[in-house]
């Protein structure tokens, strides 16, 4: 484990469900090649808050890495709702851009 992952591991202590700290987990997993570790991270934010837009983004390239097309293609979907009811059109521009690429 590297020393990134680890201080993020150490914050969580404190704040398990905390989405900042997921997200980056989740992100320094993808970096060192452990897609499902970064998964169940980015899954844990949807369930903590699924409004937390930031993670449908990263979760759907994820999926889309792994050939889960249709599923990529959900989490963009949900993630452009949340984003368009935040007001958020960076966001959903993004997302929009993704699922178009499918």
């Not at 320094?28 to 844990?44: P, W």
């Amino acid at each position: 484990m590297n020393d990134r992952i680890s201080k993020i591991h150490s914050f969580l202590k404190d704040n398990p469900k905390d989405c900042f700290l997921n997200h980056a987990l989740a992100l320094e997993y993808i970096k060192i090649g452990n897609d499902e570790e970064a998964k169940k991270h980015f899954l844990l934010n949807i369930e903590t808050d699924v409004n937390y837009v930031a993670t449908y983004y990263h979760l759907g390239k994820l999926l889309e890495r792994e050939g889960l097309y249709k599923d990529a293609l959900s989490i963009y979907e949900q993630g452009m709702e949340k984003a368009k009811l935040a007001k958020d059109m960076h966001t959903y521009n993004e997302l929009q851009s993704a699922a178009e690429d499918i």
